[in-house]
């Protein structure tokens, strides 16, 4: 058992690999203003949209309708012994029959965005066209290096 626990205490210096979690702070229907779009090819919209600072969570539900317009998403904070900044991977997985808008089929969309450790930080997820109007479990997860550090399911009705 001491030897587990000091393979648990001496891998991740060996490695490199930071020790962090997640807590959610919130989640649900949401509401953050655009400032503005980048092209992100392959995504079901074509677009990555940068919001405001702040998410406004109107309801915490993990349940939303399908609609052209309603957003959703998770507030959270990267925990860690240390404050630094890096790149995490965002990633979104879609039900059965997710398209981008040229019909291609989509399973999920990953994409890297910088992220500060021990800081207010969020993710949303807004529906800009008819193609993304899919029904069924859309899931959030949020990596690291390769490592799943927290997921969080929506139903879309």
């Not at 490695?15 to 702070?25: A, Q, V, Y």
């Not at 919209?45 to 998403?73: C, E, M, P, V, Y």
């Not at 959270?76 to 965002?90: R, V």
């Not at 997710?98 to 993710?123: A, F, Q, R």
Request: aromatic content about 12%.
């Amino acid at each position: 058992m001491k030897k587990l626990f000091l393979l648990l205490i001496i891998l991740p210096a060996l490695t490199g690999c930071k020790i962090m979690n997640i807590k959610e702070l919130n989640y649900g229907q949401s509401n953050a203003a655009i400032l503005y779009k980048e092209k992100l090819p392959n995504s079901p919209s074509n677009n990555h949209n940068t919001t405001d600072f702040k998410l406004n969570i109107i309801k915490r539900t993990d349940t939303i309708a399908a609609k052209i317009g309603n957003q959703f998403g998770v507030e959270y904070k990267i925990i860690n012994d240390e404050n630094f900044s890096d790149m995490f991977q965002i990633t979104w997985i879609f039900p059965k029959g997710m398209c981008d808008i040229n019909g291609k089929p989509l399973k999920k969309i990953t994409y890297d965005t910088v992220k500060l450790t021990n800081e207010y930080s969020y993710s949303n997820y807004t529906l800009e066209t008819d193609n993304e109007l899919v029904k069924g479990k859309w899931t959030f997860v949020l990596s690291y290096k390769g490592r799943k550090l927290y997921e969080k399911s929506f139903i879309l009705i």
